[in-house]
């Protein structure tokens, strides 16, 4: 069985060269991250690779715990594209925070972030069916992201694998959708289907914790 380690290594090494196909321009591209271009997310991405129990501890209190990420991104922001793939390219292993819990920060982060700049740009992928089911089920516990408010009372069930999660109203489609939708991206609700769908819209309307 492969290990989220490996899919979490997988997922980076995807992403690395879907962003060495990208143009100049495409990298100053808004994505799914409100404020944040696709250089942006790259950066926040890589941004916590290299930092050791102290330099977490520096990054949350330099950023006061919300902000945290948007230090990262500023920390990395003198990288052009060419450099931020590079470092990507030789931190395909997770390490330090992002390999915490046999790399679950690692896949779940590389994955979202990855649609997040691919559905703005129109360049859709078909993602690993073994990744999306193992982010699948990663997502509905997390706290960090908001998601066990976002889809309580609902059941959830992936059209394009095998998938289910919850009970109550009843929101289908295809498991890339629902990924984006439990991840707090309102944009990935009209590919969804359902009586909860409207239940989870307006949910996200409200403003949550996000990756």
């Known amino acids: 069985m492969t290990s989220q380690l490996d899919m979490a290594r997988a997922e980076r090494a995807d992403f690395a060269a879907f962003l060495a196909t990208l143009t100049p321009a495409q990298w100053e591209e808004a994505t799914l991250c409100p404020g944040w271009s ?6 926040h991405v890589i941004s916590y690779e290299e930092l050791d ?6 990054r ?10 948007e230090i990262g991104v500023e920390d990395y922001s003198h990288l052009t594209p060419d450099q931020l793939v590079a470092f990507l390219e030789t931190h ?3 390490r330090g925070l ?3 819990f046999d790399g679950m920060i690692a896949l779940v982060d590389a994955t979202i972030h990855h649609q997040d700049i691919r559905r703005p740009l129109g360049l859709p992928r078909t993602i690993p069916p073994d990744r999306l089911r193992r982010v699948l089920q990663l997502l509905p516990p997390n706290p960090r992201l908001g998601v066990p408010w976002r889809i309580r009372g609902l059941r959830l069930r992936a059209t394009d694998i095998d998938w ?7 929101i ?3 498991g890339e959708a629902l990924m984006m939708a439990l991840a707090g991206r309102p944009s990935a609700v009209g590919d969804l289907s359902g009586a909860g769908v409207g239940v989870l819209a307006s949910r ?6 996000g990756t």
């Open 92 to 94: 395909l292993d997770p």
């Open 60 to 69: 949350f209190a330099k950023g006061r715990v919300i902000r945290a990420n």
């Open 38 to 43: 696709v250089k942006d997310v790259v950066a």
């Open 164 to 170: 289910v999660f919850g009970r109550g109203r009843e």
């Open 98 to 100: 992002t390999a915490r």
């Open 204 to 209: 996200m309307a409200t403003p949550g914790t």
């Open 172 to 174: 289908t489609g295809p």
């Open 53 to 58: 129990v102290a330099g977490l501890i520096k």
